[in-house]
């Protein structure tokens, strides 16, 4: 529950902080996809990632996806939350992949939030492997009541 809340003020918190930036920057979508591959400034990345989630920009998709696997954890958490913004069905695949196999807890619950929003049936395959296998007990809550769900419970 604290994760859960700690991952809700930052998205809340971050929705205003990428309105200000946008007011002051003036980017175009163009550019802020630009920023995904071309900067190595973590705080850039962020902001880009941000932008392009509340925005919705399709085109992004690539570069986030990509992004899932870098080094830092932070990146690969936005990533997750603008691709489930987006709501593509073409990243669910990454984004079944981060909750199956990304060492950081926090990546992998954004990720199978992520994949929630988004509603693809692809990920059921994803959330039995991850319930055999994860750790981490707020996911494994946040799966065991999905199952509840999907049973009637």
């Given at each position: 529950?604290?994760?859960?809340?700690?991952?809700?003020?930052?998205?809340?918190t971050?929705?205003?902080?990428?309105?200000?930036?946008?007011?002051?920057?003036?980017?175009t979508?163009?550019e802020y996809i630009?920023?995904?591959?071309?900067?190595?400034?973590?705080?850039?990345?962020?902001?880009?990632?941000r932008?392009?989630g509340?925005?919705?920009?399709?085109?992004?998709?690539?570069?986030?996806?990509?992004?899932?696997?870098?080094?830092?954890?932070?990146?690969?958490i936005?990533a997750?939350?603008?691709?489930?913004?987006?709501?593509?069905?073409?990243?669910?695949?990454?984004l079944?992949?981060?909750?199956?196999?990304?060492?950081?807890?926090?990546v992998?619950?954004?990720?199978?939030?992520?994949?929630?929003?988004?509603?693809s049936?692809?990920?059921i395959?994803?959330?039995?492997?991850?319930?055999?296998?994860?750790?981490?007990?707020?996911?494994?809550?946040?799966?065991?009541k999905?199952?509840d769900?999907?049973?009637?419970?």
């Amino acid at each position: 529950m604290k994760r859960t809340l700690c991952i809700m003020l930052l998205i809340l918190t971050s929705g205003a902080f990428i309105y200000a930036q946008e007011a002051k920057s003036g980017k175009t979508a163009r550019e802020y996809i630009t920023d995904l591959s071309s900067s190595g400034d973590e705080n850039t990345i962020i902001q880009a990632e941000r932008w392009l989630g509340e925005k919705k920009v399709k085109d992004a998709v690539p570069g986030l996806i990509n992004l899932l696997s870098d080094k830092r954890e932070t990146v690969r958490i936005e990533a997750a939350v603008a691709l489930g913004l987006i709501g593509e069905e073409s990243s669910v695949d990454a984004l079944d992949s981060a909750l199956l196999n990304d060492e950081s807890p926090q990546v992998r619950y954004a990720a199978m939030l992520a994949t929630m929003r988004i509603g693809s049936k692809k990920s059921i395959e994803a959330y039995k492997q991850s319930k055999e296998k994860e750790t981490d007990p707020f996911i494994k809550d946040l799966l065991a009541k999905m199952e509840d769900k999907l049973k009637g419970k």
